[in-house]
């Protein structure tokens, strides 16, 4: 059987450069809705968007743990 | 304290950056919601990219164990759809026009590192005009409010701002209120 590891490697440091990416981008949205933001409405976006994100991004891992690397490698 | 955190979310005041004390804000002006409703479409349709391709690839997936691969390959799909979106919900909500008793200001937000602030004082407004374009604005009343400044000095246009009518009448009743020295109530 040849070793998964190096694939699973590479897979989960592309998914963590995906996942700071995502992160860091959100941060500076949330930041421009809190900081510059006048009245209710930019609030409300920021908590559908911080709620919405962490859902995706949870879902993201829960799929991404349930990836098989071994079936990717011939045998 | 929940309550309180949660009130944030329903009755947030509209003060800003650099309001002078006392000074009250009349109008809190975006523009109209259709004018963001043609992005929002666009990637509302993008959602249906990943589930048309599960429903003309499914053999081929399960037959190749790919299932929690493709999942995960559209949670990220459907991830950059969400900033997509809230990006574009970010520079709507930022882009606005505040008209308080003693100014007009212009925030003008082109990108989210791209901010154009502009200043109008009441006592400087001469004129305000208004232009609606078309069928849909018409329906929908929204439309462009100008404001000519005192002498040569530059236009103020307002794009696509919802009932210009009524905005037009508030920006003459406060130049009016400030040349005559009357506070208005």
């Known amino acids: 059987m040849v070793d998964a590891f190096p694939l699973q490697l590479i897979l989960n440091i592309f998914v963590a450069l995906i996942f700071l990416l995502y992160w860091g981008l959100t941060f500076v949205i949330l930041y421009h809705l809190a900081r510059f933001g006048i009245g209710v409405q930019p609030k409300r976006f920021a908590a559908i968007f911080l709620f919405g994100s962490v859902v995706l991004s949870g879902f993201a891992i829960i799929f991404l743990n349930n990836i098989d690397i071994q079936s990717f490698i011939p045998l | ?185």
């Open chain 2, 1 to 185: 304290m929940i309550n309180k955190l949660i009130s944030i979310f329903r009755d947030s005041p509209n003060s800003f950056d650099d309001q002078e004390k006392g000074e009250i804000v009349l109008l809190l002006l975006r523009r109209h919601i259709f004018t963001i409703l043609a992005p929002l479409a666009l990637f509302l349709l993008a959602c249906l990219v990943p589930i048309v391709t599960g429903i003309m690839f499914y053999s081929f997936i399960s037959a190749h164990h790919l299932l929690y691969l493709f999942y995960f390959g559209s949670s990220l799909w459907y991830m950059g759809i969400w900033m997509a979106i809230f990006y574009a919900l970010t520079i709507y909500t930022l882009d606005t026009v505040i008209i308080t008793d003693h100014r007009i200001i212009d925030n003008d937000q082109r990108g989210l590192f791209y901010r154009n602030v502009s200043e109008l004082h009441s006592h400087r407004i001469q004129d305000v005009s208004t232009r609606t374009n078309g069928i849909i604005e018409t329906f929908l009343n929204f439309g462009d409010i100008t404001v000519q400044t005192a002498g040569s000095e530059k236009q103020f246009v307002f794009h696509q701002m919802p009932n210009p009518i009524k905005v037009k009448d508030t920006i003459m009743q406060t130049a009016a209120t400030r040349d005559s020295g009357v506070k208005a109530l």
